[in-house]
């Protein structure tokens, strides 16, 4: 199987979630790949402190803040094949959740040195209230991060040049349910991290695991 983490950055039960959810529908029509949902909502997660014990001491944990929710979050984020890191629009931007999230992600540094995370894709997904408030920024802030830790960022094509775009017009998950087109740049996208992904593992297979 081929599996799919979707992670969701918003502090609310809403629209983000709502529209992950539809990418990862559409991700698990593709056949092999199944999914796990996790949400950053309610989750204690501390700051980055960059004492770099992690790297030092080669944990693939945080050894400062080792009770943290990040705990579970790392073996997940470890052994999954493939992303979808869905958040809302903060500031036009990733919210504060999914960036400390992804900065807390240091210590897996020992992956990304022995390449093992350079056949995993990864999708975005942002939701914001207003319209052209500063989606495309935090698309592009998310596809960075996929790009710093080697991971190949996969958009929707034609249909969703940077990714999934959802305007939710401050009305929550209901708002997200209205916007038919930016929900529709999310189900090409979830589509098309799951083929990606699955066409990797058939190459990877086909040479022997690598
Ligand atoms: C601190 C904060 C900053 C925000 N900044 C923006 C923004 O820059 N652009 C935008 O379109 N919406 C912005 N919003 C609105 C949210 O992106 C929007 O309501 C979104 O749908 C919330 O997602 P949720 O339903 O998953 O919570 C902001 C909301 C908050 C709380």
Known sequence: MVKILGISGSPRKSGTEFALKEALKAAEEVAGVSTTFVTLRGKRIEFCLHCDRCIRE????????????????????AEADAYILASPVY????????????????????????????????????????????????????????????????TGGHEAYCGGTVWSQDRLAEGVKEDEVGLKTVRVMGRRVAEVASLIATGKQARGGN
Not at 100 to 108: C, E, H, S, V
Not at 133 to 151: H, K, Q, T
């Open 58 to 77: 080669e944990k693939l944990y945080c050894p400062a803040h080792e009770d943290d929710a990040m705990k579970e979050l790392y073996l997940l984020f």
């Open 91 to 154: 500031q036009m931007n990733m919210s504060g959740q999914m960036l400390t999230f992804l900065n807390r992600l240091r210590p897996l540094w020992p992956l990304i040195k022995d390449g093992l995370l350079k056949t995993r894709v990864g999708g975005a997904i942002v939701v914001g209230g207003t319209r052209h408030g500063g989606c495309e920024p935090a698309l592009l802030a998310i596809n960075n991060f996929y790009n710093c830790f080697g991971i190949i960022a996969v």
